[in-house]
């Protein structure tokens, strides 16, 4: 069992940072691939970030490549995702996810933390 918790949300300005984290428990997360989702009210829940647990690799959505980073520090059980350059659209929930293979399909993730919020300030 994995249980995930994240932090990092808020208020931020458009074009302003933040840093989401994801804490997990668990002796095997670094087996797990671990997802960032978001979610806006109205629309479906979203992959924009991913990466694997087998050599790290990522996947990024359109919607946030080159203005984020996504990260996994097996040591501390943590995954982050770095985003950049705020925009207007970006504002949801923010749900991060283990599974045992990096889709689309938020179905197909065993593992989902609480969510948390992400507003954007134009």
């Known amino acids: 069992q994995v249980q995930l918790v994240e932090s990092g949300g808020g208020l931020v300005q458009a074009g302003g940072s933040l840093r989401l984290s994801c804490a997990a428990s668990g002796r095997t997360f670094s087996s797990y691939a671990m997802g960032w989702f978001r979610q806006a009210p109205g629309k479906e829940r979203e992959l924009i970030a991913a990466i694997w647990g087998s050599d790290g690799s990522t996947y990024y959505a359109d919607s946030v490549k080159g203005r984020s980073t996504i990260s996994r520090d097996n040591a501390k059980n943590t995954v982050y995702l770095q985003m950049n350059s705020l925009k207007p659209e970006d504002p949801a929930v923010y749900y991060c996810?283990?599974?045992?293979?990096?889709?689309?399909?938020?179905?197909?993730?065993?593992?989902w933390g609480q969510g948390t919020q992400v507003t954007v300030s134009s």
């Open positions: 996810a283990g599974g045992r293979s990096v889709v689309s399909n938020w179905r197909r993730y065993d593992y």
